[in-house]
């Protein structure tokens, strides 16, 4: 190890970079898990027991009566949505308690609520709504009302309605502990306010625990079961207990979370393996003599074999460690960072180093290293000494354990590509779950057939562009050879690459698919990409939209085109169907320029014309109307019952058309629209962006330009930018996450040239005594270097984007066509870097080559 310790050091980074990120994965878990304590624990505030069940009204009064009880009050959460104007936002809102060692968070300015009608609002929440204290918001609350005519004989009949109410501001609230942080933080109501908002007589009838306070130098194992007593059902813990039982619920999704991260660590750790074996081939091959030496001086296969893994667990134990402490220092750095943002949850200061986080990275390390070594090491063993001064050739398809091999592989890779192309039809058939699973079982195992067989695939197709190569010069022909002469090494330096390419072009490629099926789907259904409407007036007329809004949404950089809307209730009938009372609908009107303008379906405009009402398909239905139909269109003041004909309107005939995808939809020109309704207002905008796959960079914007305004906005860009947010950040992180598995890949193209450069040390020399200048020397193992890496970037590509297309094609296929899409941006920067990669792994070698005196170099040692 002493004279080999340069070329086991890049074996010795792969595995420390694994091993590294399997730490620093334990190490989050950790933080997430006392993060999440932390948590619940603030919640709990200063209570001293928990009762974490739902109780009644009268197991609370028995709790409140049991002496040595200061206070016992339920801290359910409910839900409310708050307006003050045109921003609306939705909270959770706790009760205000009787004690306040059971408030969890403390008042920043004002005071608690102490009436109905009150509210006590978090900072950030007031900042969004534009409040301070002594400001008034609204919230819409359900009432059941109670309708009954008394000349009628017929039965009451009870309606649900929507009641707005108004609340004052009475606080503002701070989070010290970060109980709510989670949720975005809670306001405080009383627990009248509370308990009706949540449906209920009292807070003892919401989900929620009762926090207990009891009165100083009270023991705590002695009011448990005091309590337990008086209410036999209670449930009775410590806060602390409290809050590791609710952890013990919750940690699920943390662990999940954390196997997920750790699978990317396998990931991380095969292709380290890869690059461990091929180190230890080359270091065994470049033994050769020495062992032969040594099984003739007495030396048998059992100490050779276990010289070579007693090696390889030095190694891998050294380099583990090395991992380990990267990770730790790595995740502290991470938390530091994370400390001084602004998240709104607890972290802790430092990471929890425990006998897991070290054992782990280390045993699981040292295993894989000597997993990798186990065939070097078994080499060393079965080739005679005078066999092994030959090279080591690939396995011959003629020979028994290569006709073995290829067999495996065949197996694996065909049956494993018809259960990945058998999850389609299944997920078709309605069983989108097992089609899944099966496509998934499907890809794995053809990849890893794949892999099984590269040895017999990848040295070809290497030789084959390396002869289409080597026409252009001396250097790319001499590199061409060198990549064939030992096909067992290529074959592994390139599958170590193949993987991680493999599953970064499958994200790229299943993201890429799945963003452009979701955009045609939104396409079918929505002709515009947002809408801007009024907020709609309480006698249920439809309200002007404020003039400054549609010069505001047009300045907002990324937006088109916005287009004015008139709209007026209407009800259409024909010569056969009256019109329903309760059937008025949306009648827009526009110009036919206009609507060309701002939708994205042709059909739409070209269908309307001074004579043509046109409908969408879902409301042509509705109204048992088709189209050439001619129909009577009337305007009304508004959509209730007993709304009046608009003023000055006409009744007008026209002829149907049915068009569009907005199914709901009814659509006239401005010259029907006058006639008809001359006194509509503008009550909506229909807003065009300049591209729709910018959708999560201007709809926050539109959003923040008219926050204050009463507009509500609507559309297909919404659910855009929603997954084209969750996607980009989804693939965000797994990239960067398999980013790892192909740093270590690289390392392994540089150690392979390094290795390389020692074995051909005397072939170089020779090269250059016979006039091989330095710069083709460095440009035969640059070649050399780009060559692997690329041949192993492109079928990795053309691999991962098979399984990603497959995939978005099984995941897709019930939500409507599945459009393909390549990520063309992606595939080019996965293919510069891996030949940049390749060229600068070349750089370090070459120098080394071209330093070395030729002289020198064959001088025999």
């Not at 091999?405 to 389609?424: E, F, M, N, P, Q």
Request: glycine share 10%; net charge neutral; aromatic share 2%.
């Amino acid at each position: 190890m002493r004279r080999s310790i340069g070329r086991l050091v890049a074996a010795g980074v792969a595995i420390a970079i694994g091993t590294a990120f399997v730490a620093a994965t334990l190490l989050a878990g950790g933080v997430m898990t006392r993060s999440t304590y932390d948590t619940v624990t603030a919640r709990y505030a200063q209570a001293d027991l928990v009762v974490t069940q739902t109780v009644d009204d009268t197991q609370l009064a028995a709790i409140r009566a049991v002496p040595g009880v200061d206070a016992a009050d339920p801290v359910p959460l409910v839900g409310v949505e708050l307006h003050n104007g045109g921003v609306r936002v939705w909270v959770h809102a706790a009760p205000t308690t009787t004690d306040p060692r059971l408030d969890a968070q403390v008042v920043s300015a004002g005071a608690l609520p102490a009436a109905p009608g009150q509210i006590a609002l978090p900072v950030a929440v007031a900042q969004r709504l534009a409040v301070g204290v002594g400001d008034h918001l609204v919230t819409p609350q359900p009432v059941l009302v109670t309708s009954h005519d008394p000349s009628s004989t017929a039965a009451p009949t009870d309606t649900w309605t929507t009641v707005d109410e108004t609340l004052t501001v009475v606080g503002l609230l701070d989070d010290p502990h970060h109980a709510y942080a989670q949720l975005g933080g809670a306001a405080a109501v009383t627990a009248a306010d509370a308990a009706r908002w949540g449906g209920a007589g009292s807070l003892a009838g919401l989900d929620g625990p009762v926090l207990v306070a009891l009165a100083p130098g009270t023991d705590l194992g002695a009011m448990s079961t005091t309590i337990r007593a008086a209410v036999p059902d209670a449930e009775v813990s410590t806060r602390d207990e409290a809050a590791k039982a609710q952890i013990a619920e919750l940690s699920s999704e943390a662990e999940v979370l954390t196997g997920i991260v750790l699978g990317f660590a396998a990931v991380a750790l095969v292709v380290a393996a890869l690059v461990i074996a091929n180190t230890f081939q080359v270091l065994v091959a470049q033994r050769t003599r020495t062992l032969a030496l040594l099984r003739c001086v007495g030396a048998d296969r059992g100490q050779l074999r276990r010289s070579v893994l007693v090696e390889a667990a030095i190694l891998g134990a050294a380099a583990s460690l090395v991992g380990l402490a990267v990770g730790i220092a790595l995740a502290q750095g991470a938390l530091m960072v994370l400390g001084r943002m602004e998240l709104g949850v607890p972290l802790p200061t430092a990471v929890t180093v425990t006998s897991w986080v070290v054992l782990v990275p280390v045993v699981l390390g040292t295993a894989v290293t000597l997993l990798a070594a186990l065939v070097p090491a078994r080499a060393a063993t079965r080739v005679a000494p005078i066999e092994a001064l030959r090279p080591s050739d690939a396995p011959a398809v003629g020979e028994r354990a290569g006709r073995a091999r290829l067999v495996i592989a065949a197996v694996l890779s065909v049956g494993g590509l018809a259960a990945l192309l058998a999850g389609v039809p299944l997920s078709l058939a309605g069983q989108p779950l097992l089609g899944l699973a099966v496509a998934v079982l499907g890809g794995a195992v053809s990849f890893v057939g794949v892999l099984v067989g590269a040895v017999f695939w990848i040295p070809r197709v290497v030789a084959l562009v390396g002869r289409g190569l080597a026409r252009t010069g001396t250097s790319a022909r001499l590199a061409a050879a060198n990549t064939a002469r030992n096909p067992r090494r290529t074959a592994a330096t390139s599958s170590a690459l193949l993987i991680g390419v493999t599953l970064v072009a499958l994200m790229s490629a299943g993201a890429a698919s799945t963003r452009v099926t979701l955009d045609n789907d939104l396409d079918t259904h929505y002709p515009v990409d947002l809408t801007l409407e009024a907020t709609a007036a309480a006698d249920g007329s439809i309200d002007a939209m404020p003039s400054d809004v549609a010069p505001t949404i047009a300045d907002v950089a990324g937006v088109a085109q916005v287009t004015e809307m008139r709209v007026t209730a209407a009800r259409i009938s024909t010569a056969g169907h009256p019109a329903d009372p309760a059937g008025a609908i949306h009648l827009r009107s526009i110009s036919p320029a206009d609507l060309a303008a701002v939708v994205r379906t042709p059909d739409l405009p070209a269908a309307l014309d001074d004579d043509t009402i046109v409908i969408g398909p879902v409301l042509a239905t509705r109204l048992g109307v088709g189209a050439g139909d001619r129909v009577d269109v009337a305007a009304y003041t508004g959509f209730a019952d007993d709304s009046t004909p608009s003023p000055g309107g006409q009744v007008t005939t026209l002829t149907v058309a049915v068009a569009g995808t907005e199914g709901w939809a009814a659509f006239v020109t401005t010259t029907i629209g006058r006639t008809v309704a001359p006194a509509a207002p503008v009550a909506e905008l229909w807003v065009r962006l300049a591209d729709v796959n910018d959708a999560g960079s201007v709809v926050p914007r539109v959003q923040d330009a008219i926050r204050t305004a009463a507009v509500s906005v609507d559309g297909p860009a919404l659910q855009r930018a929603s997954y084209q947010t969750l996607i980009s950040t989804l693939l965000a992180v797994v990239v960067g996450l398999l980013a790892v598995a192909v740093v270590i890949a690289l390392v392994g193209v540089a150690n392979t040239l390094s290795l390389s450069v020692l074995e051909r040390r005397r072939e170089s020399a020779t090269l250059r005594a016979i006039g091989l200048s330095r710069r083709q020397l460095r440009w035969m193992l640059a070649i050399e270097g780009m060559l692997i890496a690329g041949i192993g970037a492109v079928l990795g590509t053309l691999l991962g984007l098979l399984y990603g297309w497959v995939g978005a094609a099984t995941v897709l296929s019930t939500v409507g066509p599945v459009t393909l899409a390549v990520p063309w941006r992606d595939v080019v920067i996965v293919l510069v870097v891996a030949v940049a990669a390749g060229l600068a792994a070349s750089v370090v070698p070459g120098r080394a080559a071209a330093r070395t005196s030729p002289v020198a170099a064959l001088t025999v040692d």
